[in-house]
C-alpha cells in the first residue's frame, strides 16, 4: 500500500533572519495517489464490468 502521510516541511536554516522566506507550497499528487482511492476504484472496476459483459454479449448471445 503507498504511504500517503504527509510530514511537515522543515523552514530552511540557511536563510537570514530579515530574508522573506515562502511557505513550502503543496506538492502535486499524481496519478498514483489517485488510483489508490477506494472509490475511483470501485467505480472503474463497476465501468470495466458493464464493458465486459456488453462486450460478451455481443460475440456470443447476438
Not at 502521510?5 to 496519478?31: F, L, M, N
Not at 489517485?34 to 465486459?52: E, K, R, Y
Request: hydrophobic residues 50%; negative net charge.
Amino acid at each position: 500500500m503507498l504511504d500517503t502521510s504527509r510530514d511537515p516541511v522543515p523552514a530552511p536554516t540557511d536563510v537570514p533572519p530579515d530574508v522573506p522566506v515562502d511557505a513550502p507550497g503543496e506538492e502535486a499528487r499524481g496519478c498514483l495517489y489517485a488510483l489508490s482511492q477506494p472509490p475511483l476504484m470501485i467505480f472503474l472496476g463497476v465501468i470495466g464490468c458493464l464493458l465486459l459483459v456488453a462486450a460478451v454479449h455481443d460475440l456470443f448471445v447476438l
